[in-house]
């Protein structure tokens, strides 16, 4: 089926370790997007990339790296987790415009102790 | 800056009884607006959208309409059903560095009971 394709759905991380979020679609979108969701909070925006080979921050992007590796893959990086990086991880896609709506991965549910 | 503001929850209702969710924003020009839903354990779904003033959006029951004078798009349904529970967003499209992106607000859970 076509969409958002997110890996892994769950992920323990002891303080300090590294890791890397991993996400594609095969809907030959141009914009894809990085969302981290805390109880409270809603969704953040932690970094995007509007097109291949470009990538920007997001209101929340400390402590994460990103690499857009071509047009279907886009993948987050935690260099050294903290406590404070525990959330649940959302990918998203969406054609040129925002407003044809986005399509999101099913999430990454990450605890780092 | 932009930013979206929507009723805190939980929400509890009775199967068939009336459901409002508000949601209010503050935006410079003339946003794009968007109901998502959330159901447990998955991603987020584009529910309903209005992309410019006193446009209907609507989508399996439920409507918002956009509302410039009060800054609002309201979400609401006529007769909720227990397979309704989920988590609302609302969310309004921003313009930033030559791209548009999506701003949410903090979600409302919505329960329905038999």
């Known amino acids: 089926n076509a969409g958002v394709t997110q890996t892994p759905k769950f992920q323990v991380l002891k303080t300090g370790q590294s890791m890397t979020l991993q996400c594609a679609q095969d809907?030959?979108?141009?914009?894809m997007y990085w969302y981290r969701q805390d109880p409270g909070m809603g969704l953040r925006l932690i970094y995007y990339?509007?097109?291949?080979?470009?990538?920007d921050k997001g209101e929340v992007p400390n402590g994460y790296n990103v690499s857009r590796l071509n047009k279907r893959e886009f993948s987050l990086r935690l260099e050294s987790a903290a406590p404070s990086q525990t959330s649940v991880y959302f990918c998203?896609?969406?054609?040129?415009?925002?407003?044809?709506?986005?399509?999101f991965g099913s999430g990454t549910r990450l605890t780092v102790v | 800056g932009d930013s979206v503001t929507q009723m805190e929850g939980p929400v509890t209702l009775s199967e068939e009884a009336f459901l409002t969710i508000n949601c209010t924003y503050t935006?410079?020009?003339?946003?794009?607006l968007f109901w998502y839903v959330q159901y447990p354990g998955e991603g987020l779904q584009l529910l309903l959208k209005?992309?410019?003033?006193?446009d209907k959006g609507s989508n399996k029951g439920f409507e918002a309409t956009y509302r410039k004078e009060t800054t609002s798009f309201h979400l609401e349904k006529g007769s909720v059903q227990v397979s309704d529970s989920a988590v609302y967003f609302c969310?309004?499209?921003?313009?930033?560095?030559?791209?548009?992106?999506?701003?949410f607000g903090k979600g409302t859970k919505l329960t329905v009971n038999p």
């Open positions: 935006a410079t020009g003339y946003p794009s």
């Open positions: 809907m030959n979108h141009n914009s």
């Open positions: 969310a309004l499209s921003k313009t930033q560095g030559g791209s548009e992106k999506l701003v």
């Open positions: 990339s509007a097109s291949e080979g470009t990538t």
């Open positions: 209005a992309t410019k003033a006193d």
């Open positions: 998203a896609s969406s054609a040129d415009r925002a407003i044809y709506g986005y399509t």
